[in-house]
């Protein structure tokens, strides 16, 4: 156990992970979050800021200032210096200029990352309060690029252009349909949180070599800003 430790421990140290996603002023999550996660695991983590925003989502008012023109400058001096990275995760993306200077980066590469979107845009059916339409292109545009993407339910409807159905409408045979769309459109890999289907909670998915599977999990009615960013931390 214990030689299987370290070799795990070594194994994060060798990952060069690159987070790209918002910094948040009020509340932990995002980067906030990711980061301090990802250093305790010995990741070698960089990031790349795609915007700021005043405070979390969850007061119902917020300041957004998109970074588009400095990742772009940023990208080229990454270039140059030809930084690499094995992993890169990326969360708010706010625009589908920002998709492509992701997509920039990946090229560069003289091997390809493994790519995993978190596509933050909303919960229970509606967007952030402070977010476009823009962002919902922009997750639709790195839903396949990405290797892997992490969406709850409310933003994998987005995704795949579907209305956000009711609590006594979803059913197991709806969302099948809705990720064998997915798959045909291009998404490599999808873990979806946060279904509820009738009185029961469970994550979805699929990946390329795995058919589409479901795992009930146990509810806790709190509402925490930021696990949605521990997940995803953990399974980058």
């Known amino acids: 156990m214990m030689i299987e430790l370290k070799r795990k421990r070594k194994n994060m140290r060798e990952n060069k992970v690159l987070l790209v996603s918002d910094f948040v002023g009020v509340g932990k999550v995002a980067l906030s979050t990711m980061i301090p996660i990802l250093n305790i695991m010995e990741a070698d983590v960089s990031y790349l800021p795609t915007a ?134 291009g998404v490599k890999s999808a873990i979806i949180t946060s279904v509820k289907i009738e009185d029961e909670y469970y994550v979805y998915g699929y990946s390329e070599e795995e058919s589409i599977f479901r795992v009930k999990i146990d509810y806790v009615p709190v509402e925490v800003g930021g696990t949605g960013d521990i997940f995803t931390s953990l399974i980058t």
């Open 52 to 185: 700021v925003i005043s405070n979390n989502f969850d007061y119902g008012k917020v300041v957004v200032k998109e970074l588009t023109d400095f990742m772009k400058d940023n990208k080229n001096t990454w270039k140059e210096l030809d930084f690499q990275f094995d992993t890169i995760t990326t969360g708010i993306l706010m625009n589908p200029q920002q998709v492509e200077i992701v997509k920039e980066i990946i090229n560069y590469h003289d091997r390809k990352p493994f790519i995993i979107s978190d596509p933050i845009m909303g919960e229970n059916g509606e967007i952030y309060p402070g977010l476009s339409n823009d962002l919902v292109e922009a997750s639709r545009l790195m839903a396949l690029e990405a290797d892997l993407i992490i969406p709850n339910l409310t933003e994998f409807c987005l995704i795949v252009g579907r209305d956000y159905p009711c609590t006594d409408e979803l059913n197991h045979t709806q969302l099948v349909s809705w990720l064998e769309k997915a798959k045909d459109k």
